[in-house]
């Protein structure tokens, strides 16, 4: 996908003729306009704000329906939620805010349930390595929150307030507001909380008796901040913040009725970015963005001693890193090139790895486009995406992460009743890495060793596809992509004498499958109908020892398929106090999923179903949506993860007014 | 438009879940009476795992015409499981005790029919070990992460008393009117608690070596400790003399041992046997035999990898277990005291404790 370069007009209506210079946007993964047809990858965009009902709360809700996305859920809201794509683990998958990393250099993964997302406006997903342009870590792909404000002239202030099913309460306050002619300010500030005390069954045998769920409470607090500048007609200077600090419960698997846990789990995490774009030319362009990471976990439990001392483990991590950027482009935009470097210094700290570990990296990387377009063919345009990145991380050998995509479009054309027939075949190939994290190279407790001479994972990822849309009755989309990935040299815990255990690089997995996306939308938007399927197999490949009988088995927790299908009536009036009246039906399939490395067991497939009704009202200056969402609508009692059994029939009411 | 559309996308996803979902079930089997020499296998099952098909199982060996029932306790109770992760077995005359780590429970069955008699549930640290006091009619088990020995009336499983001992207690014996507790540490601790089973109470802590995790009475009522060592420090075995506490003998290995609580036992002729480790596994490794009294020790006496062992007291018969990394069935050996392999049968998931009941 094109790196793209932006000066856009602003949002003012007062003003047509100002012109707000915006930070280099590479297209690739971070580009808010559609992607379809414009990148060799396979990208879902979601929208967190659909102006009609209140916005998706945390990254979980927003990431649950998109197809190849795998949500772990440890069950309720205070349960951890990670990612999986196209078959491989949490820690392969690279969270970004605003392009800049933030997944944990600790365990690497990011709880997907805590992470707010009032600020957000998109939520864009690359499915596949990308490592050429993120470096380590974007093995199965990315998932991008970004968060760039809708600044208008006005003053603006909102209050989002859900109730809800078990306890649950969630409050939003929200403002922002034009201090100058050139810079303007917002933020808010939020807080959550939840019982989870909601009945689940465990089942014996032939015996079945209903559990309260114990130990699951959550309090959140969470803000950000954020403002912008624009210094001249060429630069501008934007700031965000976010911050959230979060104190949960943190239950055992259950095992049997009676169980009760007391452990704890209490996160704090806090961003801050300063992002400094510059237009050069008409063509080119610089922007430097600076972020810090700061990130605090403890995990305690009263019944758990080790050694003498109860457990009570807890680390923080200290992230700052600066990325440049310059971007360039000719020939109408046929030919793009964007050339950047980052640099970065992570630090942390903790009661379970060695004191004073850190880590720095240098990177430098190059991408580019190149177009050429056909005039007297059912062609279009054939593009490549060449991009090619070195990582020089601190006591390791340096790694270049090559990538290559290739974009085939044709004609747009009308057949027959179908109209505006638009389609592309894209393809790209890459190679990208995992480096291990401070735990699986430092951890020193619990009978934990970490090996510090632990290598990066390798990967070779390939995925081709196709996109076609056209206009029948409304716009029709359609997605396909075959994907495959091949690791080795991946990180497994072993025995290391004793009760220890310790990573070793030890493991070689593939995955391959598809990835089916359908969209249609009908005249007016009145209705609309989503569908996707995602197949994925991924095995083990490589013999821990001789005569492994685990060999190309299913791994772990990896569903062989999955699929969403959600169903939309919205209605428009032209009423003074009613705008819009809307109804979503939503419902998801998970197949079943291996719990034992020899595939002998297993947890059954589920269908989990929502129900939402939303509506918009004006009164006088004050906007007001209101969602009423049913979610487990049918009452199934299901688990995702082995002893984590997941709320049954649930509900919230939530109210949203700005004014 | 819309209806055709929702027509298909209604036919597509039917066609959602023809991958079906895989068919398990228990083995249907009935054990007839009438047997006379019966092997019990606790199979430890999957941890995390309480009711599927790789949780745990109790299996049983008809010695005399060696036939293998699996699935004794599903077949017994209408399909219900034993729970979370089978750590540890006792028998006493017509009851077994079985007890569940992960469900922190206690299960009594009743023989021959092995119907559920009783069942405690335990709210915290992870039991571990099991012991059987026939003379005071109690049953203690180790809290492996709340380092203590929970004290339970054999009938009611009412708590008796809490006694506190050191860190992550493992394995247990009994002599003497004299219970005898090894505190691991997870390897950090070094400690043996001797606890008075008159008083309920620590009479005195004896220091040893790292790890100190599984403990068996030789047949010249000596108190044998497998240290299992740690990251930096190797295993050794302890010979203690139950009255004086005396360690009379130390062997000191070159490489770790099993750290597991059902790694070492005794036979009548004054061998002990116990399990060594292999680099990267979990389960286990070979067996050494040491003959205490003539400080010999012969190392990999039994080749293998080896999650389980116990002497068959009735027959000084060795019989070890195989767990296959918990991929699948494990498999019994039965170990002649000449040391030829006299029988192998296949149990289920883990197996790693063993009871005899001789008629």
């Not at chain 1, 501008?236 to 452990?263: K, M, V, W």
């Not at chain 1, 070793?504 to 009908?522: D, P």
């Not at chain 2, 290995?253 to 059902?262: E, I, P």
């Amino acid at each position: 996908m094109a790196p793209l370069i932006v000066n856009c007009q602003s949002n003012s209506q007062a003003d047509s003729g100002k012109v707000y210079p915006l930070p280099i946007i590479t297209v690739r993964a971070n580009q808010p306009v559609p992607m379809m047809f414009r990148s060799p990858f396979s990208v879902s965009t979601i929208s967190l704000d659909d102006s009609i009902a209140p916005k998706t709360p945390t990254l979980d809700n927003a990431l649950s329906s998109t197809d190849g996305i795998f949500i772990k859920d440890y069950s309720g809201l205070s349960g951890i939620k990670t990612i999986s794509q196209r078959g491989l683990g949490s820690e392969h998958t690279l969270i970004l805010l605003n392009g800049m990393r933030i997944s944990s250099f600790e365990n690497g993964l990011v709880d997907l349930g805590i992470i707010p997302l009032d600020a957000g406006n998109r939520v864009i997903v690359t499915h596949g390595g990308q490592s050429a342009e993120y470096g380590p870590d974007a093995v199965g792909g990315t998932v991008n929150i970004l968060s760039q404000p809708n600044f208008n002239d006005n003053t603006k202030i909102g209050l989002t307030s859900t109730i809800g099913s078990f306890g649950r309460t969630r409050s939003h306050l929200n403002a922002e507001t034009p201090v100058s002619e050139n810079f303007r300010i917002g933020g808010g500030f939020g807080v959550e909380k939840s019982e989870e005390n909601y009945p689940f069954l465990f089942h014996n045998g032939n015996i079945t008796s209903t559990v309260i769920r114990q130990n699951s409470d959550l309090v959140a607090q969470f803000g950000n901040f954020n403002s912008s500048l624009l210094i001249n007609s060429l630069s501008s200077l934007s700031i965000f913040s976010t911050y959230y600090n979060t104190e949960r419960g943190s239950p055992n698997s259950i095992s049997s009725p009676d169980a009760i846990s007391h452990q704890r789990l209490a996160d704090r995490d806090g961003v801050v970015q300063a992002a400094y774009s510059l237009a050069l030319s008409a063509g080119d362009a610089l922007s430097v963005t600076v972020q810090d990471h700061y990130a605090y976990e403890r995990y305690r439990d009263p019944d758990f001693f080790i050694g003498g001392n109860l457990l009570d483990d807890y680390f923080k991590n200290n992230d700052a890193r600066v990325t440049g950027k310059f971007s360039s482009s000719y020939d109408e935009g046929k030919f793009q090139i964007v050339a950047g470097a980052d640099a970065s210094e992570t630090s942390a700290e903790g009661n379970s790895i060695n004191t004073g570990v850190s880590r720095s990296e240098l990177g430098a990387f190059m991408t580019g486009v190149s177009t050429f377009s056909f005039d007297n063919s059912v062609l279009s345009g054939i593009s490549f995406f060449p991009a090619l990145r070195m990582d020089m991380i601190e006591k390791s050998s340096p790694v270049f992460s090559p990538q290559l995509g290739g974009l085939m479009k044709f004609k747009t054309t009308d057949i027959g009743f179908i109209n505006n027939f638009q389609s592309a075949i894209r393809a790209s190939m890459s190679r990208n890495f995992r480096m291990p994290t401070f735990n699986e190279l430092y951890y020193t407790t619990g009978g934990g060793i970490g090996n510090p001479d632990l290598q990066p994972e390798h990967s070779t990822s390939f995925d081709a596809g196709t996109d076609v849309s056209f206009n029948l009755d409304g716009r029709h989309e359609l997605k396909a992509t075959y994907f495959m990935t091949d690791m080795d040299n991946r990180i497994t815990w072993v025995s290391a004498g004793g009760a220890n255990v310790t990573p070793k690089n030890l493991r070689h997995v593939q995955s391959f499958g598809w990835e089916i996306n359908y969209a249609w939308h009908s005249p007016g938007d009145i209705f609309s109908l989503d569908l996707n399927y995602t197949s994925t197999i991924a095995r083990k490949i490589s013999e821990d020892y001789p005569g492994d009988p685990t060999v190309f088995k299913q791994l772990l927790y990896v569903p062989e398929e999955m699929a969403n299908i959600s169903f939309g009536v919205t209605k428009h009036f032209d009423a003074i106090l009613i705008r819009t009246l809307g109804a979503k039906f939503r419902t998801g399939y998970t197949g079943f999923r291996y719990t034992s490395e020899d595939n002998a067991s297993f947890l059954p497939s589920f269908y989990e179903s929502s129900l939402e009704f939303n509506s918009r009202l004006d009164i006088s200056t004050v906007g007001t949506r209101m969602k009423f969402e049913i979610r487990n609508i049918f009452n199934k009692d299901y688990q995702v993860i082995l002893g984590y059994p997941m709320p049954m029939r649930y509900y919230s009411f939530t109210v949203e007014l700005d004014y | 438009m819309m209806k055709r559309l929702l027509l298909i996308t209604l036919a597509l996803w039917s066609l959602l879940g023809c991958k079906k979902d895989p068919i398990t079930s228990y083995t249907q089997n009935t054990v007839p009476g009438g047997i006379t020499r019966t092997v019990y296998v606790l199979n430890e099952g999957m941890f995390g795992h309480y009711a599927d098909s790789v949780s745990a199982r109790l299996t049983l060996y008809d010695y005399n015409t060696k036939t293998v029932y699996k699935d004794i306790f599903e077949n017994a109770n209408n399909g219900q499981h034993l729970g979370d992760t089978g750590d540890d077995m006792v028998l006493a005359g017509d009851r077994l005790f079985i007890l569940m780590s992960n469900s922190k429970a206690i299960t009594i069955l009743h023989i021959p029919d092995y119907k559920l008699v009783n069942t405690a549930s335990f709210q915290s640290g992870s039991p571990h070990d099991l012991m059987y006091d026939a003379v005071r009619h109690r049953l203690f088990f180790t809290n492996f992460t709340g380092n203590t020995i929970t004290v339970l009336n054999d009938t009611s499983l009412s708590t008796v008393k809490e006694i506190q001992v050191g860190s992550n207690p493992e394995g247990l014996a009994i002599r003497n009117d004299k219970l005898f507790v090894c505190n691991s540490g997870f390897g950090a601790d070094s400690t043996l608690s001797v606890i008075n089973l008159n008083t309920l109470s620590v009479d005195t802590t004896l220091v040893l070596s790292m790890g100190p995790t599984s403990a068996t009475v030789s047949s010249d009522g000596h108190i044998v400790i497998a240290c299992a060592g740690n990251f930096t420090v190797n295993g050794s075995v302890y010979a203690i003399d139950p009255v004086t506490l005396a360690k009379t003998s130390k062997i000191q290995f070159s490489t770790n041992l099993f750290f597991n609580s059902g790694s070492i036992t005794a036979d009548t002729s004054g061998n002990v046997f116990v399990i060594g480790t292999v680099p990267n596994t979990y389960t286990g490794g070979p067996i050494h035999k040491i003959n205490l009294a003539a400080g010999l020790v012969f190392l990999n006496y039994c080749q293998g990898v080896f999650y389980g062992l116990s002497v068959n007291r009735y027959t000084n018969e060795l019989f070890i277990a195989d767990a296959k990394n918990f991929t699948g069935d494990g498999v019994i050996s039965i170990i002649n005291p000449d040391g030829t392999i006299k029988e192998v049968f296949s149990a289920q998931r883990g197996p790693s404790v063993f009871a005899f009941r001789w008629q």
